[in-house]
Nanobody, 116 residues
């Protein structure tokens, strides 16, 4: 079992920045993938960024160069630094963790709203 606690969402003007945090606890030794997804109203949930256990990081094309995903192993926390935010980044952002056995865990979601 893995528990995820998200924080850092909010309202920001276009061009601004936010940092999302996802603190993990539980069976974190078996995590193979951590990252963030987002879901805008009327749209499917999509990958924003993910980091694999070996350190490789993948980003959606729409956020490359603006968002940075990082992991603090000492604090068992993953961060998503979001810069140059755009109104189309508005969504509920979900932290995601995948274990070696294939189980997936999701955070409760945090709202990010970017005003134009």
């Amino acid at each position: 079992q893995v528990q995820l606690v998200e924080s850092g969402g909010g309202l920001v003007q276009a061009g601004g920045s936010l940092r999302l945090s996802c603190a993990t606890s539980g069976s974190i030794f078996s995590i193979t993938r951590m990252g963030w997804y987002r879901q805008a109203p009327g749209k499917q949930r999509e990958l924003v960024a993910a980091i694999l256990s070996g350190g490789t990081t993948n980003y959606a094309d729409s956020v490359k160069g603006r968002f940075t995903l990082s992991r603090d192993n000492a604090e068992n926390t993953v961060y998503l630094q979001m810069n140059s935010l755009k109104p189309e980044d508005t969504a509920v952002y979900y932290c995601h963790v995948r274990l070696a056995v294939g189980s997936n865990y999701w955070g409760q979601g945090t709202q990010v709203t970017v005003s134009s």
